[in-house]
């Protein structure tokens, strides 16, 4: 559902601020993603997990745009108030 697919957008973002902060290197999660996008229709056997995601290359797209707003350098620090 739209609802739960909002929710994995939310917990997408907060997952990569949370592994910046504490020094993870988030672009194993991007990777992950792109591995699953890779996929295809092939993802349908992952089974029912995926079906409340968002698709994988808007994911991608929606966490690299993040990503580049969070790293150290960008404007603001990054802040995005």
């Known amino acids: 559902s739209a ?3 909002d929710c994995e957008v939310q917990a997408d ?5 949370l592994a ?3 020094g993870f290197a ?3 999660a991007l990777n ?4 699953t996008e890779q996929l295809g229709p092939d993802r ?4 029912e997990y995926l079906a409340s995601h968002p698709n994988p290359a808007e ?13 150290p350098g960008a404007p603001n620090g990054g802040k995005t108030d």
């Open 3 to 5: 609802h739960s697919r």
């Open 32 to 35: 992950l993603l792109q591995r």
């Open 44 to 47: 349908a056997n992952l089974g």
């Open 59 to 71: 994911r991608v797209a929606r966490l690299s745009a993040l990503l580049r707003q969070l790293r």
């Open 13 to 17: 973002e907060l997952g990569l601020r």
């Open 26 to 28: 988030p672009q194993g």
């Open 20 to 22: 910046l902060a504490a």
